[in-house]
């Protein structure tokens, strides 16, 4: 057991510690955290810049519930999206076959690579029927129950 006089030491310590290490290390850990947040969209350019021409991940994104399954047009497809002002999409594999299409995932896969290679934002997503999260009846298909 500590002696009374070891505790009221080390509660001072403590106390001292927390009154003036903690601001200390809040503000250092702010700084990082914002100097990793912004590091890229700083770089860009001033606020008046980013306003004018605003990075990708900062514009409207496209819902696009199903991809073409053609190169050419997936292709198209971008370069509208591009023209348009839209930073990307958000989107899903195509809903004919959902989930299960080898040829639909390919397609899906290969869109969203090209996308990205455009500099395009892309949000990921399973959203086949309400409510969310059931895959489009596959979850529970073989299990009724």
Request: hydrophobic share 40%; net charge negative; glycine share 8%.
């Amino acid at each position: 057991m500590m002696s009374p006089e070891y505790n009221e030491r080390q509660v001072a310590f403590t106390d001292s510690c927390t009154k003036h290490w903690h601001p200390a290390i809040c503000v250092l850990l702010m700084q990082g955290l914002f100097a990793v947040a912004f590091s890229g969209r700083l770089a860009l350019g001033s606020w008046e810049d980013r306003f004018i021409l605003p990075p990708a991940d900062a514009r409207i994104l496209k819902i696009i519930h199903n991809w073409p399954d053609q190169p050419d047009s997936q292709d198209q497809l971008i370069g509208r999206l591009s023209e348009q002002g839209f930073g990307g999409g958000v989107c899903n594999v195509s809903f004919d076959q959902y989930l299960e299409s080898d040829a639909k995932w390919l397609a899906f896969v290969r869109a969203v690579n090209e996308a990205k290679k455009a500099g395009l934002a892309l949000w990921l997503y399973d959203e086949k029927g309400y409510p969310s999260g059931n895959a489009g009846g596959i979850v529970l298909r073989d299990h009724p129950e």
